[in-house]
């Protein structure tokens, strides 16, 4: 079993979540509740579970001072940052919803396709999603004044399904907008948008857990941990690739897609060794005229940084 595990756990745990958010539509009466019984009753445990199990890792599993911080990310910035965020979306967005839905009608009338099959509905918003996060993804690693914001979500020096919530709450407005504005102008109905979140938020903890994983063809749609860790390389060149969120596809269509099947990650995190290593100052680093952690000329000359 633990020698299978590699190659079942994501798929088991995405599929079992998805399944649990379903169930609990109508109990709830409030889809939106949803993913956080998911993540909480469901996900968590069995990140818990996975990463004592079958760790990639045995040094990863040791804490980094690093425990106190991720939590404080995890529950300030990942959870109830983006519920401010999208009731900010939805109020300033209004009217243009309104307006959208009377002048775009894609499907049958509606902005939206309601009357496809949830899973199919899942499909294309993770699609959508995904091409926006690419781009903001990208930006944030070609863009000296958009990395500083990056930077934080780089500077851990392992991964564990912890640290998957690890985003300066600027840079957290940016990611927040594709997945949140398409969808409300389109007018995505409730129980979508909850299983985009379960999916999102299974994916991201697997993507950074510390459990070997071995999804094989799946790799070339999932922007999983055995691509993502590269993403998280010292090496520029391989940082600068798979920016995908949940999705690699965009990584394919547009040439970032990186894949070295004969060897796994060396060293992660950031180049700086300075770089703060708690909530407060990470919060304050991108503001800090000598914290650019990747070299200022590392944009306009790439080929010095290979």
Not at 91 to 100: P, R
Not at 247 to 257: A, E, K, P, Q
Not at 280 to 304: C, R, T
Request: glycine share 6%.
């Amino acid at each position: 079993m633990q020698r299978l595990m590699p190659y079942i756990a994501f798929p088991l745990v995405l599929i079992g979540g998805l399944l649990l958010c379903y169930s609990l539509f109508a109990p709830l009466e409030e889809p939106a509740l949803a993913p956080f019984v998911v993540m909480l009753c469901w996900t968590i445990p069995w990140m818990l579970l996975l990463e004592w199990w079958t760790p990639f890792r045995q040094q990863w599993s040791k804490s980094h001072g690093d425990v106190l911080t991720d939590t404080i990310y995890l529950f300030l910035i990942q959870s109830l940052w983006p519920r401010l965020l999208s009731a900010i979306w939805i109020t300033l967005l209004a009217s243009a919803t309104i307006w959208f839905s009377e002048n775009f009608n894609f499907f049958s009338g509606q902005a939206w396709p309601h009357e496809w099959p949830l899973l199919a509905q899942l499909v294309l918003a993770l699609v959508l999603a995904e091409f926006g996060r690419y781009w903001v993804h990208r930006w944030a690693h070609e863009v000296s004044f958009l990395w500083r914001f990056h930077a934080v979500h780089h500077s851990a020096e392992r991964l564990y399904w912890l640290n998957a919530g690890r985003f300066h709450p600027v840079e957290k407005i940016l990611l927040h907008i594709p997945e949140t504005v398409p969808f409300i102008l389109l007018g995505a109905n409730a129980e979508v948008l909850a299983l985009y979140f379960v999916t999102t938020g299974i994916h991201g903890l697997f993507q950074h857990s510390n459990i070997r994983l071995k999804l094989g063809p799946l790799n070339y749609i999932f922007a999983m941990a055995e691509l993502h860790r590269f993403h998280h390389s010292k090496i520029i060149r391989e940082s600068n690739t798979n920016y995908g969120n949940n999705l690699i596809i965009w990584d394919l269509v547009f040439g970032t897609f990186y894949w070295p099947k004969d060897r796994e990650v060396g060293d992660i995190g950031l180049l700086n060794p300075e770089y703060p290593k708690g909530f407060i100052g990470q919060l304050k680093a991108p503001f800090h005229k000598g914290k650019l952690d990747k070299p200022v000329d590392y944009a306009s000359n790439p080929e010095k940084y290979q």
